[in-house]
């Protein structure tokens, strides 16, 4: 609410918003979106009671849609799209054609997050072509809108402004802009061993966590790992969280260290894990595991676990194990 009041204050043209809970308690909801953009559904049961679960979830996340708002998703299920759109059109809104290719990143957050960058394309693309007036006046340094066409060949003015000023292009602007979110997904490989954070707490998250270590794994053998795993997610389903850990250890060597978390102040989450259990858990999977009793004891085992040039150490399951880190760092960063 306090960040609604600052934008209305300054008089914002912009403001890209985030919906964390899709209820009436969200102070997202009272707002009128011109663009919706949903990047995905995770997986619900191939059940009747998932199949109406998975309804009635999509209908809930399209009520915040109204009349003329254009809609764009990046899921790549057609039952979910399917579903989307239908309530979509049922609001009065626009559907927009999802996302089809990823958008080009350097190796390996294409994989990771080249749909969702190319659905912020979309979003870009979206606003300039439909929700702003036709008389705005657009930047020529625009990456979305394309210059008119000419007939014949340019002139030499023409070539010589294109060549003193020339048009950045979108895979220009992502080879040129931070592609690494602070949290996920972020690689320190100016550390000796390289460290991964990732603020990764629910099952999808954590799916996408174990696909990037395999490629990076892929595009340079690692000499040892270690994930440092600690979890406030009360409502995470322990079962396919150890069955996601045992297929990836299936293919890549590693252990894995359970560690307690810390409530810290304005973070949300619930209790921490139980780390003696959890790792107990683990090891029934026939995966090499321990707990420590703090973060400090699971780093320190960690470090001298892998190679200090070429090992890699996870630190991952919440925003509150990554905070950690930077404490024990000594860095004051929330």
């Keep these: 609410m306090m960040a609604l009041l600052y934008f209305s204050q300054q008089k914002v043209e912009v403001a890209l918003l985030e919906a964390t809970n899709i209820s009436g308690i969200d102070p997202v909801m009272i707002c009128k979106p011109k663009i919706t953009a949903i990047t995905r559904i995770t997986d619900f049961e191939q059940t009747e009671k998932g199949t109406a679960l998975l309804e009635s979830t999509i209908k809930k996340i399209i009520s915040v849609v109204e009349k003329n708002t254009h809609v764009v998703s990046a899921d790549q299920s057609k039952i979910n799209l399917l579903l989307m759109q239908k309530y979509a059109?049922?609001?009065?809104?626009?559907w927009a054609m999802p996302i089809r290719k990823l958008a080009q990143l350097p190796y390996p957050y294409e994989q990771l997050h080249g749909r969702s960058a190319a659905l912020a394309e979309r979003i870009a693309y979206l606003y300039v072509n439909n929700v702003l007036p036709e008389d705005t006046v657009i930047v020529s340094n625009s990456l979305l809108v394309k210059p008119k066409g000419q007939r014949g060949r340019p002139t030499l003015e023409a070539k010589r402004k294109s060549e003193l000023n020339p048009r950045r292009t979108i895979e220009q602007f992502w080879k040129d802009t931070m592609n690494a979110l602070s949290g996920r997904f972020q690689l320190l490989d100016k550390e000796k061993p390289t460290i991964l954070l990732d603020t990764a707490n629910n099952l999808d998250a954590f799916q996408n966590l174990l696909l990037g270590i395999r490629l990076l794994h892929y595009h340079r053998p690692l000499k040892g790992l270690t994930l440092i795993l600690g979890n406030d997610n009360e409502s995470l389903n322990i079962a396919e969280f150890?069955?996601?850990?045992?297929?990836?250890?299936?293919?890549?060597s590693?252990?894995?260290i359970i560690c307690p978390t810390t409530q810290i102040p304005g973070h949300t989450g619930a209790a921490s894990w139980d780390p003696e259990k959890v790792s107990n858990d683990i090891k029934s999977m026939?995966?090499?595991?321990?707990?420590?009793?703090?973060?400090?004891?699971?780093?320190?085992?960690?470090?001298?676990s892998v190679d200090e040039r070429y090992g890699l150490v996870v630190i991952?399951?919440?925003?509150?194990?990554?905070?950690?880190?930077?404490?024990?760092?000594?860095?004051?960063?929330?």
């Design 89 to 94: 059109e049922q609001q009065g809104a626009t």
């Design 242 to 252: 150890l069955k996601q850990l045992r297929y990836f250890f299936k293919k890549t």
């Design 254 to 256: 590693g252990s894995v």
């Design 286 to 304: 026939k995966i090499k595991a321990k707990s420590a009793r703090s973060f400090k004891e699971a780093f320190e085992a960690a470090q001298k």
């Design 316 to 334: 991952a399951g919440s925003s509150t194990i990554v905070t950690e880190y930077w404490r024990y760092k000594g860095i004051k960063k929330l």
